[in-house]
């Protein structure tokens, strides 16, 4: 406690007896209750203040990497469109959007963009028969840089039938066109970007098949 006030922590300190069993659990869970333990936080302050020794992990959205884990606490700080990092190292600073930079400590930069590269879809197959159920197989990635990156949580539709991409960037989904022949439109949303489509074609059975 005394290291923590003498840091310039705030803090609450409630020395209580007993011993390490449920009666006095719940009394300390009860009291956490009432000091606010789970009332909401604001879900993206446009200011905040993190301090970290971790080599990888996410402050409010933003997902950094150190290139070697650090030899000191690094602390962020973010002052509206700012960020602030303070310490020493290299570290890679992404948006949820995997928009970013990678800078050496100290520094002081704009917020990394929200968006960044262009979307890209690949399908498999392209060419649907009418009244067969069809596996579709789809990669969606976004390319920035020279790098493509999968895009988790894009969702792909056709028709009625939605899915959504796991962390590789991948879905699947099946698929049976009806009516007439011709285009279907497979649409890929993705947030912060705007959506693709890419058209499949529908051709008739052939006698026989």
């Not at 002052?79 to 400590?105: E, F, I, K």
């Not at 999968?150 to 066109?177: D, E, F, K, Q």
Request: a positive charge; glycine letters at 10%; proline letters at 7%.
């Amino acid at each position: 406690m005394a290291a923590a006030r003498g840091a310039g922590v705030d803090t609450t300190y409630v020395p209580l007896n007993g011993v390490h069993s449920w009666p006095y659990w719940r009394r300390h869970l009860r009291d956490a209750i009432a000091w606010g333990l789970f009332q909401p936080v604001p879900e993206a302050p446009p200011s905040w203040t993190y301090g970290t020794v971790a080599q990888r992990g996410e402050a409010w959205g933003l997902r950094y990497s150190f290139a070697a884990a650090p030899s000191e606490v690094v602390t962020f700080t973010r002052s509206g469109a700012r960020l602030r990092g303070a310490g020493s190292g290299t570290v890679t600073v992404r948006s949820a959007a995997a928009c970013g930079y990678t800078v050496r400590l100290p520094f002081e930069r704009s917020l990394p963009a929200r968006t960044c590269g262009r979307l890209g879809v690949a399908v498999r197959p392209r060419r649907l028969r009418l009244g067969r159920t069809t596996k579709l197989t789809v990669r969606v990635t976004r390319k920035v840089g020279a790098e493509r990156l999968p895009v988790s949580r894009a969702r792909v539709s056709i028709g009625r039938r939605a899915v959504h991409t796991n962390r590789r960037g991948r879905a699947t989904l099946r698929y049976r066109p009806r009516g007439r022949p011709g285009v279907r439109r497979l649409r890929v949303r993705a947030a912060g970007l705007r959506p693709i489509i890419r058209r499949l074609r529908a051709v008739r059975l052939r006698a026989g098949r």
